[in-house]
Nanobody, 113 residues
Framework: QVQLVESGGGLVQPGGSLSLSCAAS????????MGWYRQAPGQQRELVAS?????STAYADSVKGRFSISRIKSTVYLQMNSLKPEDTAVYFC?????????WGQGTQVTVSS
């Protein structure tokens, strides 16, 4: 089992920045991929950014150039810059280990003036 705990959400003005972190614990050996998804009210959960154990990354088109994902050991980070109101959502951390998907509880990010 893998447990994921996110932190760092909050309220920020448009154009501002936030940093999210997600710490994995438990059976963290061989976590193949970690990433961030988000879900806005009435919308489906969508990929924001992901990173694999070999260091490759992927981003949603809507966040390219503004968000940056990084991973240090069992913690994954999401640096979010130039935030827009449409980035408002609950952000979920996701980890994949031996084809089993684990989710964090989510952290709210609200971009509003």
């Amino acid at each position: 089992q893998v447990q994921l705990v996110e932190s760092g959400g909050g309220l920020v003005q448009p154009g501002g920045s936030l940093s999210l972190s997600c710490a994995a614990s438990g059976s963290i050996f061989s976590i193949a991929a970690m990433g961030w998804y988000r879900q806005a009210p009435g919308q489906q959960r969508e990929l924001v950014a992901s990173t694999t154990s070999d260091g490759s990354t992927a981003y949603a088109d809507s966040v390219k150039g503004r968000f940056s994902i990084s991973r240090i050991k069992s913690t994954v980070y999401l640096q979010m810059n130039s935030l827009k109101p449409e980035d408002t959502a609950v952000y979920f951390c996701r980890a994949v280990r031996y084809a089993v998907v684990y989710w964090g509880q989510g952290t709210q990010v609200t971009v509003s003036s």
